[in-house]
Nanobody, 115 residues
């Protein structure tokens, strides 16, 4: 079983930056893919980015060039650096991973982009 805890959300002005963290309860080195998702009010949860154990990354078109996913296996933590934030980035952000056949989610952290 894997427990995930997100942190780092908050209120930021448009154009600002935040760094989200996702701390895992155990070693993440064995976790192939870790991902960030978000869910805005009234919308479906969507993939924001994922990172593999080899460090390969994938981003949604809406965040490419602005967000950067990274992971520190020694710290058992995944990060999401978010720059040039826009009001449409406002959502609850979740981290997710999986150990077949199970998926594990964190509880989410609120990001609000507003002036």
């Amino acid at each position: 079983q894997v427990q995930l805890v997100e942190s780092g959300g908050g209120l930021v002005q448009p154009g600002g930056s935040l760094r989200l963290s996702c701390a895992a309860s155990g070693s993440i080195a064995r976790l192939n893919i870790m991902g960030w998702y978000r869910q805005a009010p009234g919308k479906q949860r969507e993939l924001v980015a994922f990172i593999t154990s080899a460090g390969l990354t994938h981003y949604a078109d809406s965040v490419k060039g602005r967000f950067t996913a990274s992971r520190d296996n020694a710290e058992n933590t995944m990060y999401l650096r978010m720059n040039s934030l826009k009001p449409e980035d406002t959502a609850v952000y979740y981290c997710k991973t999986g150990v077949a056949p199970y998926d594990y989610w964190g509880q989410g952290t609120q990001v609000t982009v507003s002036s």
